[in-house]
C-alpha cells in the first residue's frame, strides 16, 4: 500500500508541475525502500512508462506540437538510448557493492537534476538558444534516453532545459519531445530488461501497487483547478528531489 501512496503523491506532483512522473519518486524510493538498487529501478521504469503512457493516450486528442519527422528521431534516438541504458546499468549493478551503486547512481541524479533546478531559477529568460537543426534531435535524444534510461526516471527536467537551448523549442514543443523520450526510453529499457530476466520481473505483488498509483497520479492533475505549472512550485519540486538525493548521497557514504 505504501508504494501505492508514493507512486501516487510523487507522479501527481510531477505531472501538476510538468517535471516528469519520477523526478521525485526514484530518489524518494533510493530512500525509504528496502529493495535492492536494481529492483528500485525496475519499479521506477515500470511507473515512469506506465505515467507516460497515460499522458500520451490523453495528449493524442490534441494537435502535436512537434512534427511526426522530429517525433520519429526522436523516438529512435531514446528507444536506443533506453536500451543501451540498460545493458550499462546492468553491468554496473553487477561490478558494484549496493552502497557504491546508490552513491553514485544519486551523485549523478543530484548532477542531472541541479542543471535544470539553476536554469529554471533564472537561467531560461538570459541564455539565448543555439537554434541549431531538428535533425539533430536524434542524438540528443539519443544521449538524454541513456541517462533516462541509466537512471530510471525519464531524464524530463533535464530534457525541458536541453531541448529549448538546442533547438530553440517553445514549451508546449519540449513538453511534448520529453514526454516522447521518457516513454521510448522507458520502453526500450523495459523490452531489453525483459529479455534479461527471460520475461521475468520480480517483485510483481509491488508493481500491482505501484503501477495504479501512477497511473492515479498522472490522471489527478488534469483535473481542472489542480494543474499548477509555475516556476516557483517547479523549483520548489526539484529542491526536494535534490535534497531526498542528497540524503541518499550521505547515507550511503555513513
Request: charged share 10%; hydrophobic share 60%.
Given at each position: 500500500?505504501?508504494?501505492?501512496?508514493?507512486?501516487c503523491?510523487c507522479?501527481?506532483?510531477?505531472a501538476a508541475?510538468g517535471?516528469?512522473?519520477?523526478?521525485?519518486?526514484?530518489?524518494?524510493?533510493d530512500?525509504?525502500?528496502p529493495?535492492?538498487?536494481?529492483a528500485?529501478?525496475?519499479?521506477c521504469?515500470?511507473?515512469?512508462l506506465s505515467?507516460?503512457?497515460?499522458s500520451a493516450?490523453?495528449m493524442l486528442s490534441k494537435?502535436?506540437?512537434?512534427?511526426q519527422?522530429?517525433?520519429l528521431?526522436?523516438?529512435?534516438?531514446?528507444?536506443?538510448g533506453?536500451?543501451?541504458?540498460?545493458?550499462?546499468?546492468?553491468r554496473?549493478?553487477s561490478?558494484?557493492s549496493?552502497?557504491s551503486?546508490?552513491?553514485?547512481?544519486n551523485?549523478?541524479?543530484?548532477?542531472?537534476?541541479?542543471?535544470?533546478?539553476?536554469?529554471f531559477?533564472?537561467l531560461?529568460g538570459t541564455?539565448?538558444?543555439?537554434?541549431?537543426?531538428?535533425?539533430?534531435?536524434?542524438?540528443?535524444?539519443?544521449?538524454?534516453g541513456?541517462l533516462?534510461?541509466?537512471?530510471?526516471f525519464?531524464a524530463?527536467?533535464?530534457?525541458?532545459?536541453?531541448?529549448p537551448l538546442?533547438f530553440?523549442?517553445g514549451?508546449?514543443e519540449?513538453?511534448c519531445a520529453?514526454l516522447?523520450?521518457?516513454?521510448c526510453a522507458?520502453?526500450?529499457?523495459?523490452i531489453?530488461?525483459l529479455?534479461?530476466?527471460r520475461?521475468?520481473l520480480?517483485?510483481?505483488?509491488i508493481?500491482l501497487w505501484?503501477?495504479?498509483?501512477?497511473i492515479?497520479?498522472t490522471?489527478?492533475?488534469?483535473?481542472?483547478g489542480?494543474?499548477?505549472?509555475?516556476?516557483?512550485k517547479?523549483?520548489?519540486?526539484?529542491s526536494?528531489?535534490?535534497?531526498?538525493?542528497?540524503i541518499n548521497i550521505?547515507s550511503?557514504?555513513?
Open positions: 500500500m505504501i508504494y501505492f501512496i508514493l507512486a503523491i507522479t501527481c506532483l510531477g508541475n517535471l516528469g512522473t519520477s523526478t521525485l519518486l526514484r530518489p524518494l524510493l530512500a525509504v525502500s529493495l535492492e538498487p536494481p528500485v529501478a525496475m519499479l521504469t515500470a511507473g515512469t505515467a507516460a503512457l497515460t493516450f490523453f494537435p502535436l506540437p512537434l512534427h519527422d522530429e517525433l528521431f526522436l523516438a529512435i534516438g531514446s528507444l536506443t533506453g536500451a543501451l541504458g540498460d545493458l550499462i546499468s546492468a554496473f549493478f561490478v558494484l549496493v552502497s551503486a546508490m552513491l553514485l547512481q551523485a549523478l541524479l543530484f548532477t542531472i537534476l541541479a542543471l535544470p533546478a539553476v536554469y531559477s533564472g531560461s541564455i539565448r538558444p543555439l537554434s541549431i537543426t531538428r535533425m539533430a534531435s536524434l542524438p540528443a535524444a539519443l544521449l538524454l541513456l533516462a534510461s541509466f537512471l530510471s525519464g524530463v527536467p533535464l530534457t525541458l532545459m536541453i531541448y538546442l530553440d523549442a514549451e508546449d519540449a513538453s520529453a516522447t523520450i521518457a516513454l522507458m520502453a526500450g529499457k523495459l531489453v530488461m529479455i534479461r530476466l520475461l521475468n520480480p517483485h510483481a505483488d508493481l505501484l503501477l495504479p498509483g501512477a492515479l497520479g490522471i489527478l492533475p488534469m483535473v481542472p489542480l494543474t499548477s505549472g509555475s516556476r516557483k517547479r523549483r520548489t519540486l526539484l526536494l528531489s535534490l535534497f531526498t538525493a542528497l550521505a550511503a557514504l555513513a
